[in-house]
């Protein structure tokens, strides 16, 4: 590391000392008391990609979005990562709300729209293949290569809202009677803008029957 580079990384500890005096500044109270205990409404699983941080485009404080984040948002039914986050956040947290978030230009789901050849990435990028291939007709329809691309970035964050739903952990809370909704949202970096997909599951009967379990 050159003289540069650990100037340029201290002064993320001068931005977090500068942070943290801000927060206490405006209530004294507040890390002794999230330091005791996290309620978060939501958790939210969303992209990697730096310019969609979750806390700052919901404008939310620490304490209030449990975060799970990956390349293109994907939830993968053997992830034991992102099972875990949701069992957590589901059992333990009790959040209301799970949000799905995707993004337009998402460079995860241009990658495996495009094909070519990138290692080991390409394993978890064929989980958006499977996207495009059940909706193919649909997206190939549009006009342009960007446009192509940002309904497959849509269909994505439905197909995995759907995935959410299809777990036992979901299904089960849901059994419970738990106030629970899984949302699908994308975010548009052009304008910082958040939209409704028009997908908002909160019972059983609304997934297919397929991934429905029986009994109790
Ligand atoms: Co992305």
Redesign the pocket.
Known sequence: MNKFQRRKLNSLFKNNKAWAEKMTQEDPNFFSHLSKQQHPDYLWI????SR?PANQVIDLKPGEVFVHRN???VVVHTDLNCLSVIQYAVNVLEVQHIIVC??Y?????KAAFEGHEHGLIDNWLRHIKDVYRLHKNEIDAEATEQKRINLL?EKNVIEQVANVCHTSIVQRAWKKNKDLTVHGWIYSIEDGLLKALGTEISESDQINEIHMLKGN
């Open positions: 969303g992209c990697s990609d969609v390349i293109a948002n995707g993004h230009g998402c460079g995860g789901v970035c």
